[in-house]
């Protein structure tokens, strides 16, 4: 028997005059004036009208309140809440800003009624909210180089206070990526939206020295004004961890480093934002060739260390069950010992090594560095066992971990 269908209590006029009011008239989902539109039931029982259960949608916005079966979704009871919540909000900020720009500066007066005060200040900090809101999309949106987004952002953060740490914090994130990724991103973005729509940037604008150092210098100063103090801000803390290893702030980046993993593991925080391998190289190339201190970095990431026991079964039985094993290279992050034999660059470097061949367990290795070059340590044609290997990475390099 299908469920009775509840019956239909008229909405009050003053009721519905308040909801469009407050409304605009406006469909709370798509924003479109002038359409037609209806009051809906969020819970679409027709008697219930309470305020707080009526949303303004338009035709075909409630039709997706409708929707079932095929290829639509439907626009759920909480979806419509969430649409209605946000666009009442923003209603509410614009007529304030209008408003206010009507209203000639005001100087309160000592004998000014203490609700008259209360409301000319709610007024103004709406004002000051929705400005501060305008400039931050302006920044999200139409900016060309994180220089221009850090200029908008400020004055929103100084406009409205209380969007500082928020807006700060994920500043310093965005200026740290561009260093760690050599990348200013917004750029590119602009860079590519000025190109054929069907070409493609083949190589991203690298980050000019001057910017490289003006957004490690904004960084610092953004995250630790808003990551440090907190007690659980391990994106935060590992972004400013890898900003003091840039200008050798050693110290500051291992104490930093100490902290965000009492919240979270750091290499997970790294896979989360999709930067081990520049991350990780970051920070070992802090301590240069210095085996305490990369030690020490070892533990704090806790990662385990690279004995011949480990570097053997992780690459005879390990690595092979990897399905990238067959067709690429285990990779490793490693430092070259300033006394070792060549004239090859020192600090971090990749370590490439094949997939060990059976029966023998044979395999080559070289060194890929950062500008591009290699260097053979085991050609090819001339492969040896993984111990033996081993053995002679130990008299070049300071094996750090695997980034496989």
Known sequence: M???????????EDLSDEILYLSDRTCCKCHIPKKPIQLHHIDEDPSNNNS???AVLCLECHDETQASGGFGRKLTAGQVRLYRDAW?????????YNVAQTIPPVVLQADTPTDVVRQYEEVMREVKKGEAERLLLQAENFTASLREKNVLVNQAVSTYPPFRPRELRQLGIDMSAAVIGNVDYLQE??????????????????????????????????LEETA???????????YLACMYGCTQRNDDM???LSKACQTKPIVQVMKDEYRVWPMLFMLVD??????????RLRETLDLPQPTEHYFCTYMI????????????????VAVRKPEAPGEKEMGSVVLKISAPYPPEETTYAFFLYHNGATETIVPADKRVPVEDLYMRLRDLCILFCPLD
């Open 228 to 238: 440090l103090p907190t007690a659980d801000d391990a994106v935060g803390l590992v």
């Open 317 to 332: 039985q390990e690595y092979p069950q990897n399905p990238k094993s067959h067709t690429s290279y285990s990779e490793w």
């Open 52 to 54: 707080q259960n009526l």
């Open 2 to 12: 299908p469920p009775k269908k509840k019956k239909r209590v008229p909405i009050p």
């Open 88 to 96: 009442l909000q923003e209603v509410r900020e614009r007529r304030a």
């Open 189 to 222: 973005k602009s860079m590519q939206a000025m190109r054929n729509y069907y070409e493609t940037l083949l190589i991203p604008p690298q980050l000019e020295s001057d910017d490289r150092m003006f957004y490690i210098e904004h960084a610092i100063r953004y």
């Open 286 to 295: 802090a301590w240069c060739s210095d085996p305490n201190k990369i030690e």
């Open 254 to 256: 291992m104490l930093v």
